[in-house]
C-alpha cells in the first residue's frame, strides 16, 4: 500500500511529532517538508473542531502508514535475530551432544 512512498528524515520526524501532538493551524509553519505530508501524501490533515480554532492533525492514512513501517521494520530486523540466535543455540547443543557422545 505504502511501497510509492520515499519520506525524508525530516518527513518522518515531522510525522512521528504529530503522532504525539497535534498543532493548531496558526501554528503549523508552511515548508517543504509539512506541505508534501499535508498535501502530496496526505498523511496530515485539517481538523475543524466546533467552535475551536482549526488544528493539523495525523490523518488515518497517517496511522495506517506509521503501523506499515513498524510491521516491516519488525519483518526485516526482529525476525532475522530471532532466528539466527536460534539456530547458534541449537547449534551448540547439537555440538555439546555429539562431543560428549564421543568421549
Known amino acids: 500500500m505504502f511501497e510509492d512512498y520515499y519520506l525524508t528524515f525530516s518527513e518522518k520526524a515531522v510525522l512521528f511529532s504529530f ?4 498543532r493548531r493551524k496558526s501554528a503549523f509553519k508552511r515548508s517543504r517538508t509539512n506541505d508534501a505530508l499535508l498535501f502530496e501524501y496526505g498523511l496530515l490533515e485539517e481538523f475543524f473542531p466546533l467552535g475551536k480554532p482549526p488544528i493539523v492533525r495525523i490523518s488515518e ?5 506509521i503501523l506499515c513501517r513498524r510491521e516491516k521494520r519488525f519483518d526485516q530486523l526482529i525476525v532475522p535475530v530471532v532466528a539466527s540466535v ?3 543455540l541449537i547449534t551448540s547443543v547439537l555440538t555439546t551432544l555429539l ?3 564421543l568421549l
Open 99 to 101: 562431543l560428549n557422545s
Open 19 to 22: 503522532q504525539i501532538k497535534s
Open 86 to 88: 536460534a539456530a547458534s
Open 61 to 65: 492514512k497517517g496511522r495506517k502508514y
